[in-house]
């Protein structure tokens, strides 16, 4: 399957998740290096993984009969029942530990698949561990697991894979330069162009490391914000800005509060540190997911309570935390997007009391990066709990990105970050981007890259393209349908009674149901005139045939207004 696409030395990649159609989830990447012995001619080939992500919206694949889908990886991984891989992947290199970059592994993992070496930075290496004790997983016995820091070099066959450090939204990011002899390539992983990190590690992207490749032959790019203007937020300039806002004079005696995504540990280290700063306590009450990646800080090094003692850094509950009144400190949370399981919202839906909350407020939530309507979500629940009590509670108030500029939470490069900082740095001589919301916003990045001289694909690379890196130049030589792998989940009840998955019960490989090419929504047109039709003929079994015409094609005509 693989062996024509990939005969010429050289580098090929191709898109296994990630370059969906209208999705910008499951991000995983297959890179092939292909060498030619100059005196043999013996041709050897290595094939690496970057990232093994799941898709986030399983509801809108193949009817949403699967819990978990992942890419179908049959032609480098030995999956049972399938034909043998051509070109097993000798690694998987994890760029960073979010779900839709490691969370396939653990499906493959309950598949009993054998997997490659892992490489993650130790934080990354930490994180999958982690989760696989949460998910009650038994780490497989041979799966090695290594990790890469940045600066390190590993050779992997005939390729070279150098770690680089990237600023996302968790600690232990990495972008990858590949190459081999003939040819190299620069993977960025998700990262904003930010060289600032609120964890002390000096860690942050390095325009420097990049200027000293000299110009790599091609580069993927962490697309999902590139189309908004302007620089994304560095953790720097948010700290001084949460600085300001807790030194407001008018914020003085009033408790304050700051919600944020819960995985995004770099923005907790950044605001922590403007409350040490202010000289304010900090009490963490967002939630699980929120807690562990505190915890999980200071299991890595990054030990804030220790960096800041003359604070007290307190989870909610703790005998510590009752003895800090709310105008002492900064009370951190989660709710920007309206969560439903986090504390904050629970309080502000009147669901859960426990979540202390005074009339006198000050909230700051910078949803970016967002649809317009789960930014107000929060704003209109806290409208709903103002209107509930307007003589007590009219002196709250909320600041969010759109009133302070510099407090958004994005860890991913806007245009600002492409154009000023990491295209002129990198000086890739081909650049396409990977990890978009749409294939229109993908396209539309790709001409804004052809107008400012930088050179791209002539196309976007969809999942299953075949992208070969040469000397010459770069091309899309192979466009193969991706398929996908399916599975279905038994259920148990968490601590709250909610239901959540539990084990993998069955697994199938799937077609790619137009996900890629956005052939889906006639898919989705299709199922939605069977269904009309079923229910049509069961009223009303006469009159059929032209009516029938008249409603699919508006049915369709909705489909396409949609636009999904
Ligand atoms: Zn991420
Ligand atoms: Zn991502």
């Not at 696989?132 to 070279?160: H, S």
């Amino acid at each position: 399957m693989a062996s024509t696409k990939n005969s010429e030395p050289g580098l090929y990649w191709t898109p296994k998740g990630g370059n969906n159609h209208e999705a910008m989830f499951a991000s995983c990447h297959n890179y092939t290096s292909v060498t030619k012995d100059k005196e043999t001619g013996k041709v050897s080939k290595t094939t690496i993984l970057i990232d093994m992500g799941q898709n986030e919206d399983p509801k809108d694949f193949a009817d949403g009969v699967y819990q978990k889908v992942v890419p179908a990886l049959t032609d480098c991984l030995a999956i049972p029942g399938q034909p043998e891989p051509e070109e097993p992947a000798a690694a998987i290199f994890l760029t960073h530990s979010h779900s839709d970059h490691i969370d396939a592994i653990f499906e493959y993992v309950q598949m009993g698949v054998e997997l490659p070496p892992i490489y993650g930075t130790e934080y990354t290496i930490n994180a999958l561990r982690a989760e696989f004790i949460k998910r009650q997983i038994p780490v497989p016995e041979g799966l090695e697991m290594k990790t890469v820091e940045a600066g390190d070099t590993i050779e992997i066959g005939n390729m070279k894979v150098e770690a680089l450090a990237a600023s996302h939204s968790i600690p232990g990011c990495l972008s990858f330069k590949l190459s081999n002899e003939e040819v190299s390539a620069f993977h960025s992983g998700d990262t904003k162009s930010d060289q600032t990190s609120s964890l002390g590690d000096g860690r942050g992207v390095s325009l420097d490391a990049y200027r000293a490749m000299e110009g790599v032959d091609f580069a993927v790019w962490d697309g999902a914000m590139a189309n908004r203007s302007g620089h994304s937020t560095s953790e720097a300039g948010a700290k001084e800005e949460y600085k300001k806002i807790f030194e407001d004079k008018a914020n003085e005696g009033k408790q304050i509060i700051v919600a944020m995504p819960a995985a995004h540990s770099q923005r907790l280290a950044s605001v922590i540190a403007a409350a040490a700063e202010a000289g304010k306590h900090v009490i963490i009450n967002g939630g699980a997911t929120m807690e562990i990646n505190y915890v999980a800080l200071g299991d890595n090094g990054y030990d804030l309570q220790e960096k800041y003692p003359d604070i007290t850094i307190a989870t909610a509950g703790s005998d510590e935390a009752q003895k800090i009144k709310p105008e002492d400190c900064i009370t951190i949370t989660t709710g920007i997007y309206g969560e439903k399981n986090s504390p904050f919202v629970k309080k502000l839906q009147g669901l859960d009391d426990s979540f202390v909350l005074r009339d006198d407020a000050v909230i700051v939530s910078p949803a970016v990066g967002k649809a317009v309507s789960e930014r107000e979500k929060i704003e209109d629940l806290l409208d709903g709990y103002i209107e509930k009590d307007p003589d007590h509670r009219s002196g709250m108030k909320i600041i969010t990105a759109e009133t302070v500029k510099g407090i958004g939470s994005s860890g991913h490069a806007q245009h600002d970050d492409f154009f000023q900082d990491l295209l002129p740095a990198l000086k890739a001589k081909v650049n396409v981007p990977t990890h978009v919301g749409s294939a229109k916003k993908a396209e539309r990045f790709m001409q804004e890259l052809r107008d400012a001289g930088y050179g791209t694909l002539s196309e976007y690379p969809r999942n299953g393209y075949t992208v070969q890196v040469t000397k010459q130049g770069c091309q899309i030589v192979a466009k193969e349908e991706v398929k996908w792998i399916g599975a279905k989940y038994s259920k148990k009840k968490d601590k709250d009674g909610n239901d959540v998955l539990d084990k993998q019960l069955s697994w199938s490989v799937e077609d790619d149901h137009g996900f890629s090419t956005g052939d889906f929504r006639q898919d989705n047109a299709r199922k939605k005139i069977k269904e009309w039709q079923q229910k049509n003929s069961q009223g009303n079994n006469q009159d059929k045939g032209n009516n029938q015409n008249n409603v699919n094609s508006s049915i369709i005509k909705d489909i396409k207004r949609d636009g999904r």
